[in-house]
């Protein structure tokens, strides 16, 4: 008995109909087999010998639940592509902001949008652009990028977003003459991430993300966290099978190790992406930075060895925090992205395990060791306390820590500086002490002429 051939057709208008209105030799196999909603697999519709069509995504269950745009408005809503109104430009093509509004796309709530376009000499292609419609297409969670609609006109290949104001949090750690994202901020920050990681993980069909990166992570207006592009998404294993065999891409220094060495893809492989973010957030440096020398390069190699070892904690946090975070709440998180970051894929923690971990961070508070005070050195200060600009070590006070549960072995973040001649601003409370002394004295002294 010869079984017919399963088309993405038979799958997705057989979305649409009872199993008992199906014929039998295109009845939908068990594992489909649902009153309730089963979610189309990228593999269902993107069978060679039966491409798919613009008619027939707009006409199936996933098109019926997005807006079909066509090209003459999106240019509308781009302003014709400005060049004033381009986000920024990755491996998929260029990224617009726009204004939809209902005279314009009726049904549709008036909104600023994000209008991404193919390049078609670019990295990816077409199967990527529909990767992204079919997994964000169907897929819907608080920290999941909303999938507005999409264009398909001749070459023409557009997704229609919605707007992310504060853009990328790879724009928001690493940009230069900024100020440093707090430390409640970044623990919020990597919360919402852990979150959409495990709604993908823990679906029926699982969805292994496999670029998960700064900057893809987008954050709105009060640093709500979502995932964007799905392009290189694949459906995690099913059944008895433990790993997706494909060929290998992503981003360096992101990418789990024995995926880059065997093509095996896991859900484990997400954890480790995730673990090298989470050491992006603490240390505020990138997971590549070839300007540095050797092993230093990569984040990973580099923190490693200094993750594995608590009182080497300072020279992980980024050093742009000046001290201003939990200590407690830095070391589960350190312990938690070396777990993430572990060899073994089996030793990693499920990312179900990661949120419970980062909801307890949430209410660890920031802290500051010592007072901040703002010092302008005499030349004889200079060269009692400073040393003619030579190295200078300076003990913190214990209070702030002690108040906060930090512990005494920890040195203020700033124990180990050369003080410039000039206007300085320094944490240290015997300075500021001295400061005061000579504030009081000079007070008393202006009491007696008078």
């Given at each position: 008995m010869?079984?017919?051939?399963?088309?993405?057709k038979s799958v997705i208008f057989g979305c649409y109909k009872t199993?008992?209105?199906?014929?039998?030799a295109e009845a939908l196999p068990e594992s489909r087999q649902s009153t309730s909603f089963q979610r189309l697999c990228l593999s269902d519709v993107s069978n060679p010998s039966s491409p798919l069509s613009p008619d027939d995504l707009s006409n199936s269950l996933i098109g019926s639940k997005l807006h079909v745009f066509t090209l003459s408005q999106l240019r509308v809503i781009t302003s014709n592509f400005s060049r004033s109104n381009l986000l920024g430009e990755g491996g998929f093509g260029p990224v617009y902001k726009g204004f939809v509004d209902e005279k314009l796309k009726p049904g549709l709530e008036a909104q600023p949008v994000a209008v991404k376009a193919l390049d078609l000499d670019?990295?990816?292609?077409?199967?990527?652009?529909?990767?992204e419609i079919i997994f964000l297409g169907q897929l819907r969670h608080p920290h999941l990028v909303k999938l507005i609609g999409y264009c398909w006109e001749d070459e023409h290949r557009l997704l229609v977003y919605e707007y992310m104001a504060r853009g990328s949090?790879?724009?928001?750690?690493?940009?230069?003459?900024a100020a440093a994202l707090p430390w409640s901020t970044r623990m919020k920050i990597a919360l919402g991430a852990a979150k959409g990681l495990a709604f993908l993980h823990e679906e029926d069909k699982p969805v292994i993300y496999r670029d998960f990166k700064t900057s893809n992570i987008l954050l709105d207006s009060d640093y709500t966290t979502k995932l964007s592009d799905f392009g290189l998404a694949k459906d995690g294993?099913?059944?008895?099978?433990?790993h997706v065999i494909t060929r290998v891409m992503g981003t360096q220094g992101y990418a789990a190790p024995e995926y880059v060495m065997t093509g095996h893809l896991?859900?484990?492989?997400d954890v480790y992406s995730?673990?090298?973010?989470?050491?992006?957030?603490?240390?505020?440096?990138?997971?590549?930075?070839?300007?540095?020398?050797?092993?230093?390069?990569?984040?990973?190699?580099?923190?490693?060895?200094?993750?594995?070892?608590?009182?080497?904690?300072?020279?992980?946090?980024?050093?742009?925090?000046?001290?201003?975070?939990?200590?407690?709440?830095?070391?589960?998180?350190i312990a938690l992205a070396y777990k993430c970051l572990s060899h073994h894929p089996k030793a990693r923690p499920r990312m179900s395990f990661v949120v419970k971990v980062l909801e307890t961070l949430q209410d660890f508070q920031d802290s500051l060791v010592g007072p901040f005070v703002y010092v302008v050195p005499n030349e004889n200060d200079s060269k009692e306390h400073f040393g003619n600009g030579?190295?200078?070590?300076?003990e913190e006070g214990k209070d702030s820590r002690e108040e906060n549960g930090q512990r005494n072995n920890y040195l203020g973040w700033r124990h180990w500086i050369k003080l410039p001649m000039s206007s300085i601003a320094y944490s240290y409370p015997a300075l500021y002490k001295k400061c005061e002394h000579s504030l009081n004295s000079s007070k008393n002294h202006s009491e007696k002429e008078e």
């Open positions: 010869t079984q017919k051939k399963i088309t993405w199993n008992n209105s199906l014929p039998a670019g990295m990816q292609g077409h199967k990527e652009w529909m990767a949090l790879e724009n928001q750690l690493f940009r230069r003459y294993p099913e059944g008895e099978e433990t896991t859900t484990m492989s995730f673990g090298v973010v989470l050491l992006e957030l603490l240390t505020g440096r990138r997971s590549m930075d070839n300007t540095r020398i050797g092993r230093d390069q990569s984040l990973v190699e580099w923190a490693r060895p200094l993750l594995r070892d608590p009182r080497k904690m300072e020279r992980v946090m980024d050093p742009r925090l000046e001290g201003q975070f939990s200590i407690k709440g830095a070391e589960k998180a030579k190295r200078a070590k300076f």
